[in-house]
């Protein structure tokens, strides 16, 4: 990777109990060419279990002043989104079937498995499926802070593991699974360091368009992801856009100074949007085909500015047209107040949605999720098999 300078930012709030107050910005870079300097012993700040801590004879590059990045609540549930496609889609023969309960009951390593194999993906994507690269923290302290760095005892004790296969990616995260999975890993902040510079900065760069320098924004006090991190995440591509392509010219037909960036093929993993708050003000992005119709039938979804997922256990279900008539599809969006993962029924064919409720109440009549699930199958009814419609 081409040393290239980053600003210096702190780790999120949720992952170290700290007050950041930079954001991420892959935009302001600097050139340098600063040696490494030596390990040296520095104070504890930042408690990390020691188990969890690799032995610096692994090998690995150790960690330089010019690569330090943040994390992000999202990439938790695209992770879980591949989860889920790795479990139903990726280990089962012809004649073995996944079923909803079957995911429940997937075994301790398994489910590790299945985590190497979701991280894994992202980061062979973003290294455009020649080179990926790992980052753990070693014992050993690899960069000497200075006025324009603020020590927080896990930058600084980086190593980077490059990988040129796929399955020596996996075999690798697996082998140190306790790294990303544990209580006090910062595994989420480990990744996104690892798909960072899987990327590399430079390629960052040039994923991104004027107006989007930043992969996170801060709002109302917390981190959220930029659509640039998502595609990301999803594509290995930064593109800042969620339509297919890249738009040359404005609504006024007039060539644009600088094209805007969308999203150049289809994801394994798709994504979905819909946002009450921006439906009343004008309009919602218009999310492509390349991500609405994955190769896999998993979407990341986004509903009012909150995460989830919605898969569905038939995989034909997006390359057999008979089978989008009726089908069923199951939600999940990771909090507390949703104890079952909810199963509804949906018709494309027979009747017009609209016509089956009477509810006064817009939340109650136009549910968030529904109208979600509309946007890739428009106009579809919707049964939510007795229980209370949420979202």
Known sequence: MTDSGLDYIELLQHEVNKNPDRLLDVGKVEDQEEATPPCRTLPALCSIPRSLVISPSLGGTPVTPQLTEGGARAIQMVIQARIIKYLLFSQQSSTDRRTLHSLGQVDQRDQEKALAAALSDSLWLAGQEELATVTLVTEDYCITPHLDYKLDNFTEKLQLFTFDKKDDVWKFILDHIQCFKEEGSHGVILFLYSLICSRTVNRLMDDLDSKTSHLLHLSLGNFVCQQALLNLLLTGRASPHVFNG??????????????????????????????????????????????????????????????????????????????????????????????????????????????????????????????????????????????DPFY
């Open 246 to 387: 890249t738009l040359q010219f404005g609504e006024d037909g007039q060539p644009l100074e600088h094209p805007l960036q969308g999203v150049l093929s289809r994801s394994d993993v798709g994504y979905l949007h819909w946002s009450r708050e921006q439906m009343d003000r004008g309009g919602l992005p218009q999310v492509g085909s390349m991500l609405k119709t994955p190769r896999y039938p998993v979407w990341v979804c986004c509903i009012n500015s909150s995460y989830s997922v919605l898969f569905s256990l038939n995989r034909s279900l997006l390359s057999d047209w008979r089978m989008e008539h009726q089908f069923k599809l199951f939600y999940f969006n990771g909090q507390n107040c949703q104890r079952a993962t909810a199963q509804l029924a949906v018709d494309t064919h027979s009747h017009h949605w609209e016509a089956l409720s009477t509810e006064a109440d817009p939340e109650k009549r136009f549910p968030s999720l529904e109208m979600t699930i509309r946007t890739k199958w428009d106009g579809a009814a919707i049964d939510w098999n007795g229980i």
